[in-house]
Nanobody, 125 residues
Framework: QVHVVESGGGLVPPGGSLRLSCAASGFDMSAYHMAWIRQAPGKSIEWVSDISILGDSTYYSDSVKGRFTISRDNAKNMLYLQMNNLESEDTAVYYC??????????????????WGQGTQVTVSS
């Protein structure tokens, strides 16, 4: 069965840090451009970041640029998102997926959570 398992979320105060992990199962992540997206309560899905197959090209939304760092370890079939200086606006469920699937989720064409259940990040004092 092809899926991912996101982990590493939690409750942190503003200014805190978290490192999210995404473990791929049933497919070789090294063959895919990967992405992180998020959905806050009552808000639409937001594109957070994506990374090329070799990890040599990355993209960040303006809302997280300079605070988040995406990385991958193809040998371990893992994707990561280091989140620093967290803000309350970062509170959301975070999902990882191959980039084309993530775009489908963001467009409402693919069910959010169809690849993984996501991990909750709550930034609050």
């Amino acid at each position: 069965q092809v899926h991912v398992v996101e982990s590493g979320g939690g409750l942190v105060p503003p200014g805190g840090s978290l490192r999210l992990s995404c473990a791929a199962s049933g497919f070789d992540m090294s063959a895919y451009h990967m992405a992180w997206i998020r959905q806050a309560p009552g808000k639409s899905i937001e594109w957070v970041s994506d990374i090329s197959i070799l990890g040599d090209s990355t993209y960040y939304s303006d809302s997280v640029k300079g605070r988040f760092t995406i990385s991958r370890d193809n040998a371990k079939n893992m994707l990561y998102l280091q989140m620093n200086n967290l803000e309350s606006e970062d509170t959301a469920v975070y999902y990882c997926a191959p980039e084309d699937r993530a775009r489908g989720m963001a467009a409402g064409l693919v069910r959010l959570g169809s690849w993984g259940q996501g991990t909750q990040v709550t930034v609050s004092s």
